[in-house]
């Protein structure tokens, strides 16, 4: 992922995120190689809009949809998610406190199964 830029990296760690399963501002942003710039991933999923970016599947850090209650946005990325059996309640998802590092590979921590 070295020879890509900032963003490239950012929507490949997104496309990475299975079906079912969500990642943290934060999480994505580590997994592109770049601690620290959860705002920049929050940004950049605002800039593309690509149908396959499977955008709904990243969350706050603390598990709620970014969107404010009852938006067209809320709605949709709450719909897309229990399509997928997440269960969102109240606008949130409940995000472990803590990844634990599975043998130093840190795609099995960030993306283990439930």
């Given at each position: 992922?070295?020879?890509?830029?900032p963003a490239e990296r950012i929507l490949a760690?997104?496309?990475?995120?299975p079906p079912g399963q969500v990642a943290g501002?934060?999480?994505?942003?580590?997994?592109?190689?770049?601690?620290?710039?959860?705002?920049?991933?929050?940004?950049?999923?605002?800039?593309?809009?690509?149908?396959?970016?499977?955008?709904?599947?990243?969350?706050?850090?603390?598990?709620?949809?970014?969107?404010?209650?009852?938006?067209?946005?809320?709605?949709?990325?709450?719909?897309?998610?229990?399509?997928?059996?997440?269960?969102?309640?109240?606008?949130?998802?409940?995000?472990?406190?803590?990844?634990?590092d599975l043998d130093g590979n840190l795609d099995?921590?960030?993306?283990?199964?439930?």
């Amino acid at each position: 992922m070295a020879d890509l830029s900032p963003a490239e990296r950012i929507l490949a760690a997104i496309r990475a995120i299975p079906p079912g399963q969500v990642a943290g501002y934060g999480h994505v942003a580590r997994r592109a190689g770049l601690p620290g710039r959860a705002r920049m991933v929050a940004r950049v999923l605002r800039e593309h809009s690509a149908p396959d970016l499977p955008w709904h599947r990243v969350l706050r850090s603390d598990g709620k949809i970014a969107f404010p209650p009852n938006s067209k946005g809320y709605r949709e990325q709450t719909q897309r998610l229990r399509a997928e059996g997440v269960d969102v309640r109240a606008g949130r998802v409940r995000i472990a406190a803590s990844v634990p590092d599975l043998d130093g590979n840190l795609d099995a921590a960030l993306w283990r199964p439930r």
